[in-house]
């Protein structure tokens, strides 16, 4: 039996995997991180546009601190996220920009004096302050009340991931990297580290480990239509999920950016909008004032994409060999702006479009872009139902976003995370719950009941084959799971997938080599991306609200007196056929910012009964105490200091002192 | 209407299965061209329907992470970002040159940039941790700029495959690394100085061994400046050298 021990294990080497080991070696620990790709090669590096951090260096950021990232990001949740994480966040935020300048990230910064910019359409002279030359700047982004969202041109996440990426490797962390973890030891109550496979030998090897972190990234790739790399399938996601005891959460909230280059999905960031491009129809009509005149193009994402969908369906939509799309118009940014600040839109739009998008419109329709749901840990990161199970990133529902994200604050969630979760880690190492007994019976009875999993397949003689089941799947989701979601449409799908699971324990293998074998790992991964693909269809047509980007088109309303709830997901049994599902409500009587009106729309949300006094609580602390500091305002509102790593807790110095 | 005939390919991929006996050998395959088809679709294509074993390394389909050098049609560049439709209706694939092969287009960049990142240690070297609650320190906007210049290097390898020296020499660092160390020279939080890039790349493994074909500028998908990067470089290092 092949067995290896870490100290800690984590699986992923994006941003937020990579960060969180960081964190953890400083402490003194063995880490070691397991990645299906070179961890430079992850998904982490397609984030384009930013990471918002409340800085405030510019004169559009001026104002700008944590109670300001913290309500737009809650607004932006549609009051579906932890308030706690969220003013955890929004205050690591600025510390995490600035350990990434001096690792090295080469952020953009501010040029004083005069610039021009393109605001709603329109040509602006801004004036930049001597004070803030050379410090990091910032864009606009869909959502927020200021210009917060900081940026490496439009590679951020590819200079964030290569910064952290070379610090791992100057702390010495290995990366064992073409290995996929394709269960979690555990017994029922710990975690005891992973069965991973070897993508090019086929070995399978036990890794034990204290603290186990899952990193995984999103599931995008549960759709046809995504913006989402080839890697991102969930599989961190369905191990913890096949554990029977961690609990996924909110998996029906997926995200769907608006602007993915038509046909092929590839994403073009939201600074392009950001920027000031806008949205076209086929007639040349920029449609976004018509349906929302106040924020425009910078709708918060789930309510561009809607407006989008609503328009292609009123017969506005341009035409293609493909389908019908709209179009992105950045031509008014110029091309200094573009060569400068958008190139890799520049170099995506030529190489999959063949257009110069200076002088040329972009076909772009909604795509598949972002899964708020994930294992569901608490404000440590731990997961819940496993000791020794941490999840940070997208992996993760740490509940930062709710049931929408607003651009910016997912790589940046990806660090934050990263570093208030590697600490956390290191804490339990060190306490007494850290010590792991070893079983190597234990390690043997997974590492066999993976082989049986692995030869049924390769031997088991079945006749389906895995990736016409797979492509069946994606298109199933992206049809009935989308951006309109409706009960009948969602039975279908519930309907379906159950049929598509039935039929994937029939699977037929071709090729029969041991390892490297596309075919093989098509066959288990479909096995379990089904199992995700039942959670988010299960938990959307139960859910009968609209919230975020979970959009019922037969339950329009939000409806915070029966759906203030957190979904939660688990398969105790591993012969039942649905996930079981149960519900954590949210606490409106300890939430800073009361639910209310996120601006868009009508506003007829059906209100919590708490919601009410919730709020004339708040309003009378905050008469209560005029002249108190915003500081010890909030902590009276909503403490959350001592839950962050005690390194993390200073306040943040801004160059124009504290708004 | 009818919609114009579709063009009929044929790629020649070369295979090959370490640990498997076979000799490398070319399989052609042929498919039917789709419109704006990439070589990532067609490679998927062939794998969903032709020959479900077949390797290939794609993550981003994108341009962006690097994972899919390969020849094609001998020469270095980023499958998912190639049209078939600027290739001919043959044409052939095959992985990139001196890195360990993992099976028919799959090669093993990353061991390779992770050992040539530990030699040339590509981090920034501080003596103290940054203060996290204080102002940032500041930089010129322009020197940001230059430095991305540099940090957009994606390790996809291409440039190593197109090098002469890296063909002859396992251990010469290639424009991948002369690049890295170029960006860290320009980078004032890096505390190195000039003799201790000399220590990394003042030698035939390094900088000194470039024989200056410049393959590696002409392939760089990302268009890097390597020419005015290697150039820059080794003007510094032979500077350090007379010293």
């Known amino acids: 039996m092949r067995i290896f021990y870490t100290d800690v294990l984590v699986v992923g080497g994006g941003l937020a995997g990579l960060r969180a080991a960081v964190g953890a070696r400083r402490r003194g620990h063995d880490v070691t991180i397991l990645s299906l790709v070179p961890p430079k090669r992850s998904h982490s590096a397609a984030a384009q546009g930013g990471m918002q951090a409340s800085l405030a260096n510019t004169t559009k950021g001026a104002g700008d601190n944590e109670d300001v990232h913290f309500e737009d990001t809650v607004r932006g949740s549609d009051w579906g996220c932890d308030q706690v994480v969220a003013r955890m966040f929004a205050h690591t935020a600025p510390k995490a920009v600035r350990e990434l300048a001096a690792w090295g990230v080469p952020w953009n910064r501010v040029t004083a004096g005069t610039r021009e910019v393109v605001m709603d359409g329109k040509h602006v002279t801004l004036e930049e302050p001597a004070l803030a030359h050379g410090l990091i700047t910032a864009r606009d982004f869909g959502g927020t009340k200021k210009w917060r969202t900081c940026y490496v041109s439009d590679g951020t996440g590819h200079a964030m991931l290569y910064a952290v990426s070379d610090r791992a490797i100057a702390e010495g962390i290995p990366v064992h990297e073409r290995k996929e973890a394709i269960a979690l030891i555990h017994d029922g109550g710990r975690c005891h580290g992973a069965i991973v496979r070897d993508l090019v030998s086929g070995d399978l090897t036990a890794y034990l480990a204290r603290a186990t972190c899952i990193a995984t990234g999103g599931f995008g790739r549960l759709y046809r239509s995504t913006t989402n790399a080839v890697i991102n399938e969930g599989m961190g996601a369905a191990i913890a999920l096949e554990t029977g005891a961690a609990t996924l959460a909110n998996m029906e909230a997926v995200q769907f950016h608006p602007t993915a280059i038509f046909p092929a999905g590839i994403l073009v960031t939201e600074g392009c909008r950001g920027d000031g491009g806008v949205l076209r129809d086929a007639a040349g009509h920029r449609f976004m004032p018509d349906y929302e005149p106040e924020k425009k193009e910078l709708a918060s994402r789930d309510v561009v994409s809607r407006r989008m969908e609503q328009h292609l369906r009123a017969g506005h939509g341009a035409t293609s060999p493909f389908g019908q799309h709209l179009w992105l118009d950045i031509t008014l940014l110029g091309t200094a702006h573009i060569d400068g600040k958008l190139r890799e839109v520049k170099e995506i739009c030529r190489n999959f479009l063949g257009i110069d998008p200076a002088r040329d419109w972009i076909a772009v329709r909604p795509a598949q872009h972002y899964s708020m749901g994930g294992i569901r840990t608490d404000a440590t990161g731990a997961a819940r139902g496993l000791v020794g199970l941490y999840a940070c990133g997208e992996a993760a529902c740490w509940d930062l976003h709710g049931f929408n994200r607003l651009g910016g604050n997912s790589v940046a969630e990806t660090v934050v995370a990263g570093m208030i979760v590697g600490e956390h880690i290191a804490d339990l190492c060190e306490s007494s719950d850290g010590d792991l007994t070893f079983s190597t019976a234990l390690a043997a009875e997974f590492l066999s009941r993976e082989e049986a999993r692995l030869g049924a397949l390769l031997h088991g003689g079945g006749a389906e084959s895995p990736v016409a089941l797979m492509t069946r799947m994606q298109t199933l989701m992206t049809d009935n799971v989308g951006i309109f979601r409706r009960g009948d449409l969602l039975q279908d799908a519930v309907t379906e997938l159950r049929a598509l699971s039935v039929r994937a324990r029939n699977l037929h293998v071709g090729t029969q080599r041991r390892g490297a074998n596309p075919e093989l790992v098509t066959a288990y991964r479909l096995q379990r991306m089904l199992k995700l693909s039942l959670c988010v269809t299960e938990g959307a047509l139960a859910r009968t609200e609209s919230r975020g980007a979970h959009f019922r088109e037969d339950y329009p309303r939000r409806d915070d007196a029966t759906w203030l709830q957190r979904t939660l997901a688990t398969w105790p049994d591993p012969e039942q056929a649905t996930p079981t599902l149960a519900y954590e409500p949210l606490d409106v009587m300890s939430m800073e910012l009361p639910p209310g009106w996120r601006g868009y729309g009508a506003r007829d949300a059906i209100e919590h009964p708490d919601t009410e006094r919730r709020a004339r609580e708040v309003a009378a602390l905050r008469e209560a105490r005029p002249a108190a500091d915003r500081h010890a305002l909030q902590a009276a509102l909503l403490p959350f200091l001592h839950l962050l790593p005690p390194r993390l807790r200073g306040p943040n110095a801004r160059a124009g002192g504290d708004a | ?243």
């Open chain 2, 1 to 243: 209407m009818s919609a114009p005939t579709p063009r009929r390919l044929t790629i020649h991929i070369l295979r090959s299965a370490p640990g498997d006996d076979a000799t490398p050998h070319f399989e052609a395959f042929r498919i039917d061209e789709s419109e704006g088809m990439t070589l990532f679709i067609a490679l998927n294509e062939i794998r969903a329907n032709l020959d479900p074993s077949l390797q290939f390394d794609f993550v981003c389909r994108a341009g962006i992470c690097g994972s899919c050098g390969m020849l094609i049609n001998g020469r270095p560049g980023l499958a998912c970002s190639t049209l078939t439709h600027d290739l001919g209706t043959e044409f052939t694939l095959a992985p990139l040159p001196v890195f360990a092969v993992i099976g028919d287009l799959s090669v093993d960049t990353g061991r390779w940039m992770r050992a040539m990142s530990e030699r040339l240690e590509t981090w920034i070297h501080a003596t103290t941790d940054a203060d996290l609650d204080a102002v940032e320190p500041r930089m010129e906007p322009a020197l940001a700029e230059a430095i991305y210049e540099a940090d957009r290097c994606i390790e996809c390898g291409c440039c190593i495959a197109a090098c002469g020296t890296a063909q002859m020499r396992p251990d010469f660092v290639g424009a991948v690394g002369l690049n890295k160390i170029a960006r860290f020279r320009l980078d004032p939080r890096d505390e190195r100085e000039d003799a201790d890039h000399y220590a990394l790349v003042g030698n035939d493994d390094g900088v000194f061994g470039c024989m200056t074909l410049l393959g590696c500028h002409d392939v760089c998908p990302k268009g890097l400046s390597l020419r005015s990067q290697i150039a820059y470089l080794r003007r510094g290092m032979a500077a350090q050298g007379l010293r």
